[in-house]
């Protein structure tokens, strides 16, 4: 695990450390395959990691690979905690309406994350998982 917690602020946050900024030790964060990635990349986040009964990171990302755009729900432990890491907890994806096998993938996949939504909005189907 990569215990630069200032580069890891840096690119996550595009900011400086500021304890103050982790309520409880924690700061949650968006981000997108391509950060999350990276992240992993730089050894910021464990591919076996996982919140609860989550899939691991190694899992969301193969989930994701045909999904460029999908966007991931995370936190990250201070550095001052023991249990310093990155973590994601939830996924979320737009797929077009007419894209039915992604759209019956997802639910199949994520439909027992401890929040699940399958919202059709205009043209395209806005879903997400997250676990508790």
């Known amino acids: 695990m990569n215990k630069d917690f200032k580069a890891r602020e840096?690119?996550?946050f595009n900011d400086e450390y500021n304890a103050l900024n982790?309520?409880?030790?924690?700061r949650r964060f968006k981000c997108s395959t391509d950060k999350l990635r990276t992240l992993y990349a730089e050894d910021f986040v464990e591919a076996n990691d996982r919140q609860n009964d989550s899939p691991?990171?190694?899992?969301?990302?193969?989930?994701?690979?045909?999904?460029?755009t999908a966007t991931f729900e995370c936190y990250a432990v201070c550095p001052e905690r023991e249990d310093?890491?990155?973590t994601v907890e939830g996924v979320n994806?737009?797929?077009?309406?007419?894209d039915y096998d992604a759209v019956g993938y997802f639910a199949e996949t994520f439909h027992y994350a401890?929040?699940?939504?399958?919202?059709?909005v205009g043209h395209n189907y806005h879903m997400r998982a997250w676990w508790d």
């Not at 982790?22 to 924690?26: D, K, N, P, Q, R």
């Not at 691991?56 to 460029?68: A, C, K, T």
């Open 22 to 26: 982790y309520l409880g030790g924690i």
């Open 84 to 86: 310093y890491r990155v």
């Open 10 to 12: 840096r690119l996550i």
């Open 93 to 98: 994806l737009v797929i077009p309406e007419t």
């Open 114 to 120: 401890d929040e699940f939504s399958l919202e059709h």
């Open 56 to 68: 691991s990171l190694e899992e969301f990302l193969e989930y994701v690979g045909d999904y460029p």
